[in-house]
């Protein structure tokens, strides 16, 4: 069964380096997104991805986090100049559509711990 | 802003026992989702419901949509130790399809 796939599994990161998490969604989807789950807190909606440009984004969103999808495989999120708070699991996502026909395939995530 | 509430938090059920999650919308709920996590791991789709009235069931997992009292459920029967985990319900936001989702409820099962 095709499934998402992220990598690292786990990137451990110094405050104020660059990171970038990658993933490379089902191939035959044109909807990506990302979230992310700080521990024990809800998922959070980031940023959804279609047709090469953001189509939304949430107020976590903001400057220093940037999406791009370079080679029409991978989908990659950076932050720019991490910081503490941004500790957490990241989740890529992708669907066929966007819409409530279509389930939303989660990728097994990366944990990021901010140092 | 819309927000999803889930109860209960967490449940401890003994093994062959039935039990149901609710997950409560503060607006109008347009469909939902309802997933399972493991602690630290990535979403597993469960169940997709599209509008009021909808029950969907896959193996022993039961979900319905009541649309009215903008509220899902989700019944497990028989529940067995391979459903523990936490199980998370996801709605879109107003209906841009962006996902809000409610904190979850952890399930432990007791053999």
């Known amino acids: 069964e095709p499934e998402v796939t992220q990598t690292p599994s786990h990137q451990v990161t110094q405050m104020g380096q660059e990171v970038i998490l990658r993933c490379v969604p089902i191939?035959?989807?044109?909807?990506f997104y990302w979230y992310r789950q700080i521990l024990g807190q809800k998922v959070e909606f980031l940023v959804s991805f279609y047709n090469n440009e953001i189509s939304e984004k949430s107020e976590i969103f903001d400057d220093q986090f940037s999406v791009e999808r370079p080679d029409g495989s991978n989908f990659t999120l950076k932050i720019r100049s991490t910081k503490l708070e941004d500790s957490a699991m990241y989740f890529c996502?992708?669907?066929?559509?966007?819409?409530?026909?279509?389930?939303?395939?989660f990728g097994p995530g990366t944990r990021l711990t901010v140092t | 802003s819309q927000e999803l509430e889930q109860s209960p938090q967490s449940l401890i059920v003994q093994e062959g026992k039935n039990l149901t999650i609710n997950c409560t919308s503060s607006?109008?709920?347009?469909?939902l989702y309802w997933y399972k996590q493991k602690y630290g791991e990535g979403l597993i789709f469960l169940m997709m419901?599209?509008?009021g009235g909808e029950e969907k069931s896959h193996e022993k997992i039961t979900a319905k949509l009541d649309e009215k009292k903008q509220q899902s459920s989700l019944h497990i029967t028989a529940s067995q130790p391979s459903h523990a985990g936490i199980y998370l319900c996801g709605a879109p936001m107003d209906s841009n399809y962006q996902l809000i989702w409610g904190a979850g409820t952890k399930l432990i099962i007791k053999p």
């Open positions: 996502a992708s669907n066929i559509e966007s819409s409530l026909l279509y389930e939303q395939y």
């Open positions: 419901l599209q509008k």
């Open positions: 607006k109008t709920l347009y469909g």
């Open positions: 191939s035959n989807h044109l909807y």
